[in-house]
């Protein structure tokens, strides 16, 4: 089936450590974003993408970093700058359309 | 700076009544707008686009409108089933500057409806 995958779907990271999120589509999609969801808030952009090999930041992109090598996939790593990296991140893309297609989320924890 | 706004921040009916949730933002200068719902612990389902030329769109049991000059957008769910229950999120896409299609959203309405 087509859509957006999300693994781990919990990860736990150590202070001090840094950490990767992967999100990958086959919806054949131009544009990938990453998005941080914390409890009674809205989604807050992160990073987002716009074709290979190009991306830009989102409005909280401090302590965050992105690569997009391939069309498909849009990892997203959480290094040890990021001082609260407790939340729940989601990745979602869209093609030249208007919809936006949303995965299953990765539950990031500090321990 | 775009900011969303959804009125209730929660929401509880008993199951079988109609209901309204609220979204407003602050530009109008809005290139679409996505109704979304979230289930607990997980990603985001989409349930209607409205884009800007649009004033409403449908889908089964839920039809969301869109006034563009006023800020506002509703969502209408008929006969509210407790399987309706979750989070309905509200966003705004944006198409000026370096932010073409980005999403800017709401903080939610939890809905819950009692069997």
């Known amino acids: ?3 957006i995958t999300q693994s781990p779907k919990y990860l736990f990271r150590k202070e001090g450590q840094n950490v990767t999120l992967s999100c990958e589509q086959n919806l054949n999609h131009d ?3 990453w998005y941080r969801q914390d409890p ?3 989604l807050r952009l992160i990073y987002y993408s716009q074709i290979v090999n190009d991306f830009q930041k989102g409005d909280i992109a401090e302590g965050y970093s ?3 090598e391939k069309k498909e996939s849009f990892p997203l790593t959480v290094t040890s700058a990021q001082k609260n990296p407790t ?4 990745c979602a893309s869209r ?3 208007p919809e936006a297609f949303f995965g299953q989320g990765t539950r990031l924890t500090v321990v | 700076k775009q900011e969303v706004t959804q009125i209730p921040a929660a929401l509880s009916v008993p199951e079988g009544e109609n209901l309204v949730l609220n979204c407003s933002f602050t530009d109008s200068a809005i290139y679409n707008l996505q109704w979304f719902r979230q289930d607990p612990g997980k990603g985001l389902t989409s349930l209607l686009l409205i884009q800007s030329s649009q004033r409403e769109q ?3 049991r839920l039809n969301a409108s869109l006034d563009k000059s006023s800020g506002r957008s509703t969502l209408y769910i008929a006969a509210s089933q407790p399987g309706d229950s979750a989070t309905y999120l509200c966003a705004v896409i944006v198409n000026y500057g ?3 299609g980005n999403l800017i959203f709401g903080k939610g309405t939890k809905l819950s409806v009692k069997p």
């Open chain 1, 1 to 3: 089936d087509g859509g």
């Open chain 1, 31 to 33: 544009a990938m974003y």
């Open chain 1, 40 to 42: 009674g808030q809205g």
């Open chain 1, 66 to 68: 992105v690569s997009r």
């Open chain 1, 87 to 90: 939340a729940f991140y989601l």
């Open chain 1, 95 to 97: 093609s030249g359309g």
């Open chain 2, 58 to 60: 449908t889908s089964g």
């Open chain 2, 98 to 100: 370096g932010s073409q």
